[in-house]
């Protein structure tokens, strides 16, 4: 099956830093999406990019789907930002996900 | 999006005794639910498809006679838990897509004591 590989798994930032996280994958998926999960478990809707670049405020994404990776930009973090962001991929059109293993970021005051 | 509501956030349950967990649709009418299981530090992993009227699908390695899940109408799908064991604890959390999006409840937390 798909393998989806998100990096970096651990991410350390001051407040008001850039970052970037990646996710690959390892076949062509009909669509993608990034979430983020908060302390108390709920799922984040942050974008829905199967290709090309979205923006929302200080967060953007951008998908190459021929290379098969996704990339989320967060820019000037806040400690609010700090959670597990997950990358998921549906394979074919059955609406099933399958989910990287996550980036869990922390931003320090 | 979809609005997916989740109940209960919590529950706590002792070794042996089964736990519902319902799914509900706000404002889309879902012949398709989706169960994902996530245990700790973990990610999440899909159990099964819930569709109206019909019988589950569950993945592999999942136990369709210890997770049953019934979805009787376009809005509301259940997930019972039975004969619970302490390796059952985790969280459980239900989706819905709208136009391809997914969009999930608040998940469950189970504990089994």
């Known amino acids: 099956g798909i393998q989806v590989e998100q990096s970096p798994p651990d991410l350390i930032l001051q407040e008001g830093a850039n970052s970037t996280l990646r996710c690959n994958f390892s076949?062509?998926?009909?669509?993608l999406q990034w979430f983020h999960q908060n302390p108390w478990g709920q799922l984040i809707n942050l974008f829905y990019?199967?290709?090309g670049t979205k923006q929302n405020g200080r967060l953007s994404a951008t998908t190459v789907a021929t290379e098969r990776y996704s990339l989320l930009y967060i820019s000037s973090s806040q400690t609010t930002d700090s959670g597990v962001y997950f990358c998921?991929?549906?394979?074919?059109?059955?609406?099933?996900?399958?989910f990287g293993q996550g980036t869990t970021l922390q931003v320090k005051p | 999006g979809a609005v997916v509501s989740q109940h209960p956030s919590r529950v706590i349950c002792k070794s042996g005794t089964s736990v519902k967990i319902e799914c509900r649709s706000l404002?889309?009418?879902?012949?398709?639910m989706f169960w994902y299981r996530q245990f700790p530090k973990q990610s999440l992993m899909l159990m099964a498809t819930s569709n109206e009227g019909s019988k589950a699908t569950y993945e592999q390695g999942v136990e369709k006679d210890k997770f049953l899940i019934n979805h009787a109408s376009l809005t509301l799908s259940t997930l019972t838990v039975t004969s619970a064991h302490p390796e059952d604890s985790s969280f459980y959390i239900c989706s819905q897509t709208e136009n391809t999006e997914a969009f999930f409840g608040q998940g469950t937390r189970l504990t089994v004591v």
């Open positions: 998921a991929v549906e394979p074919s059109n059955t609406g099933k996900l399958i």
């Open positions: 404002d889309f009418q879902a012949t398709t």
């Open positions: 076949d062509s998926v009909n669509n």
């Open positions: 990019i199967p290709s």
